[in-house]
């Protein structure tokens, strides 16, 4: 395993996790308009952190890995309407809630 693979499959996890959570949310205006956006945030961490690591010098990687702690904060921010209107099931958009702040710290 290289290094940085286990960031990397974390964030594809996590991704994959907000990809189920966004096909279990009502198909209301508002359920919509969140998963379109969280699915755009949270799926982009991943490949952006594939481009931090492939940068081409340290300040490239520095300012990549800031787009992806950018996606990251977003995604929070949208989890956390989510939780507070009561849009998903408790244990899960918890759990995925509780990944997406750990991802932050790491990043």
């Known amino acids: 395993m290289s290094k ?3 960031i ?4 594809v996890a996590f991704a994959v996790s907000v990809m189920d959570l966004c096909d279990r949310l009502p198909k209301t205006t508002a359920g919509m308009h969140i998963a379109d956006q969280l699915l755009r945030s949270a799926t982009s961490a991943a ?4 481009e931090a690591r492939g940068a081409e010098s340290a300040r490239d990687f520095v300012h ?7 996606e990251l904060n977003e995604s ?3 989890i956390d309407m989510l ?11 918890l759990q995925i809630q509780e990944e997406c702040k750990s991802l932050c710290r790491i990043i």
């Open 4 to 6: 940085g693979d286990d």
């Open 8 to 11: 990397r499959e974390k964030l």
């Open 47 to 50: 490949p952006n952190y594939a």
């Open 64 to 70: 990549k890995l800031g787009i992806v702690l950018k």
């Open 76 to 78: 929070e921010v949208w």
């Open 83 to 93: 939780v507070r209107r009561k849009m998903a099931e408790d244990q899960p958009i």
